[in-house]
């Protein structure tokens, strides 16, 4: 009986190494395809380290971060091909949407000062290959309130995606550090720090929170502000390093790439590299861990509130694992979390999947619990008009207040990447204020025609990529920031 179950393990093996060999035997063939790798797409620039960053201050990541931006100007853009000095390129210095025309180029760290002493300070930390223009609505809102805001570069980030090639997520959070150092700094050891953080930035945020509650000499934020956190990623991204292997071989270099796409956009990549999926496993995976160990052992009691919105449809992050994983385990300290629920009007209703019209359901835990709940929904079935239902910490209790807002009926649901965006953003906006023009508006396009004619990444373009109830999402947010009478323009400051 031995001898038969060791022979049939051998032949398990086997059979899964022949398996696991074919499948990287498809990669590899169907890396080869396309255009070979765009200059953007090879050359890495020297990023610094997390050890680096722990040694400098912020003013030496401002000045390394301008040697980045050099290179890229010298070692990409400055040595384009004539083929790739088109005007749908944002490396290409006569395209419209090349940063360094811009006023300000928002692929930079950046900090905004009101004109009076500030009265408190945020640190906003962008998501996986954006940059800090996602943020910036936010920022102003603090500015006027008073807050210096600090809007965080993550390094690979801002500059050419073969930089996420090679990035780290211990970087990245050493980054973050060196923010909130720099937040310290700036207004003292009493004054509030908020941290914003979106998508990959939230998973950054609560990841040196939780560091802050082992290690008191980090600076504890006061409150987190959490717009579609990335607690949790698909299981694709756990196992994306596979799919990358066969770009160990010269031959296969384009196997390090999930998506190879042109790069229209100003302040955000198009390509995708592997090594990026790994690195937010990796972080979700470790910030996991903790969460969960320093819940068993009874240390997060100096949690600071956190309010989280999240669309109860996100095909970016696990929408389940904000609520099972990060608000389960939260003491009872004026959490909440805001869910936008899928637009209920019966033009959806033979289109929208049973698991989207259940999405809500599903998510939300039975019972009391102990944060605050808010859910923005239809009134009513097949009814635009909308309300916020609220049940507060330990209450059964649901409060349903009128929204002002309508449910846009060509809208079935929000997206992981709308949340952060007003509907008048000049980029990504449904209707842009045209005051600002980075050359394309991305929030207009519904092109018709046949696929293949566009060089717009189609999946992309159906994506809802701002948000109608950001005037919402604007008013909560003004909500916990502590007042003050500063009312001052911002300016951007080194």
Not at 314 to 324: C, G, L
Request: glycine share 6%; hydrophobic share 40%.
């Amino acid at each position: 009986m031995l001898r038969a179950l060791v022979k049939i393990g051998k032949w398990t093996s086997i059979v899964i190494l022949i398996f696991l060999c074919s499948l990287l035997g498809i990669r590899a063939w169907d890396s080869q395809r396309g255009d070979p790798l765009a200059p953007w797409q090879t050359y890495i620039p020297h990023e610094l380290t997390a050890t680096e960053i722990d040694a400098t201050d912020w003013a030496g990541y401002i000045a390394a971060e301008q040697r980045v931006f050099d290179e890229v100007r010298t070692q990409v853009s400055d040595k384009l091909d004539a083929s790739e000095r088109v005007g749908t390129n944002r490396y290409f210095e006569g395209a419209p949407m090349y940063p360094e025309h811009f006023k300000v180029d928002w692929n930079r760290s950046y900090v905004l000062e009101p004109t009076r002493p500030p009265v408190g300070a945020v640190v906003l930390i962008h998501g996986l290959t954006d940059s800090p223009y996602s943020l910036r609505d936010i920022a102003e809102l603090y500015r006027a309130r008073g807050f210096v805001a600090i809007g965080l570069r993550v390094p690979g980030h801002g500059t050419v995606p073969a930089a996420l090639t090679e990035a780290q997520w211990p970087d990245w959070l050493a980054a973050t550090r060196l923010a909130m150092r720099e937040a310290r700094r700036r207004v003292g050891p009493q004054a509030p720090i908020h941290m914003v953080g979106y998508s990959n930035g939230g998973a950054l945020a609560v990841k040196y929170t939780l560091d802050a509650c082992e290690h008191p000499e980090l600076a504890m934020p006061s409150r987190l502000v959490l717009l579609s956190p990335m607690i949790g990623v698909t299981t694709f991204a756990r196992f994306a390093g596979l799919a990358g292997l066969p770009a160990l071989l010269p031959a296969f270099a384009k196997a390090a790439w999930l998506d190879l796409l042109p790069e229209y956009n100003p302040f955000k990549y198009n390509s995708f590299p592997v090594n990026a999926a790994r690195q937010t496993y990796l972080l979700t995976d470790v910030l996991r861990s903790q969460l969960l160990r320093l819940g068993r052992e009874h240390q997060l009691s100096r949690l600071p509130p956190i309010l989280t919105f999240q669309s109860v449809i996100d095909d970016t992050v696990s929408a389940r694992a904000v609520v099972r994983t990060l608000y389960a385990q939260l003491p009872d300290n004026g959490s909440e979390i805001v869910l936008f629920d899928v637009n209920r009007n019966h033009r959806f209703d033979s289109l929208l999947r049973a698991s989207s019209l259940q999405a809500l359901k599903n998510l939300l835990p039975p019972g009391p619990q102990h944060y605050k709940t808010t859910v923005i929904a239809n009134e009513a079935e097949n009814d635009s008009h909308t309300v916020a239902r609220s049940t507060p910490a330990d209450s059964d209790k649901v409060t349903a207040t009128p929204l002002s807002i309508i449910y846009p009926d060509n809208i079935f649901s929000l997206s992981h990447i709308a949340l952060p965006f007003p509907p008048n953003d000049p980029l990504y906006g449904t209707d842009p204020d045209t005051s600002e023009n980075y050359g394309v508006r991305l929030g207009t396009q519904a092109p018709r025609g046949e696929r293949g004619a566009l060089i717009l990444n189609l999946d992309a373009v159906l994506r809802i990529s701002s948000n109608p109830f950001y005037p919402y999402v604007h008013d909560r947010i003004e909500d916990v920031i502590p007042a003050s009478s500063t009312t001052a323009q911002a300016r951007p400051a080194g």
